[in-house]
């Protein structure tokens, strides 16, 4: 596997495990306790910075018109799906943002968060198993490697040095405060 599709599947398994948050949310909801509204806001910022500006930057981007320069159509196909999902993911963000203020709605918070997830699993799972081997396919060793080193420039543009790290670590802490039941661990 090229640098380039390594790189956006990591992406991905860092995403996927950020959403065992709604299965802790959930769960916490359904205890009848609290999900602080800064702890919410603070998931959709890294929704926004990590998920949308930086890996969804990547795709839409680099890879996507790479794809495109190399004979995929963009207005139908596999380029038009991810091009809606991203759409409609950041649809359903705005919609978490929106429960944020003026006063913190959980309930509709945790809905938006759900459908998000919901989107994006099957999302990621179209571009891990069908739009990455296709990339893989259809561009030359070059092109990939190339596309690996835009990712690590535009990564530093966007989200800057050692910011990845401290994302991760946000992540963190937000997953030890909202522990998802050991069932919800098993989908």
Not at 72 to 89: E, K, N, R
């Amino acid at each position: 596997m090229s640098l380039a599709i390594d790189d956006l599947m990591h992406e991905h398994d860092a995403i996927l495990a950020s959403f065992q948050l709604l299965d802790g949310m959930s769960h916490t909801l359904a205890l009848g306790k609290q999900i602080s509204a800064d702890d919410a806001a603070q998931f959709v910022a890294f929704l926004r910075e990590f998920g949308d500006k930086c890996h969804h930057g990547k795709e839409e981007g680099f890879l996507f018109p790479a794809m495109v320069d190399a004979g995929l159509p963009q207005q139908s196909g596999p380029i038009a799906v991810m091009l809606h999902d991203h759409t409609q993911g950041r649809a359903w963000m705005q919609a978490m943002e929106d429960a944020l203020a003026p006063a913190f709605n959980p309930d509709a918070f945790v809905s938006a968060l759900h459908s998000y997830v919901l989107l994006m699993r099957s999302h990621i799972a179209k571009e891990n198993n069908v739009l990455f081997p296709m990339a893989e396919n259809i561009l030359e060793a070059d092109q990939l490697q190339t596309l690996f080193d835009q990712f690590e420039a535009h990564e530093a543009q966007v989200i800057g040095a050692g910011r990845h790290e401290e994302l991760h670590a946000l992540l963190e802490q937000l997953l030890a405060r909202y522990p998802a039941p050991a069932a919800a661990h098993a989908h």
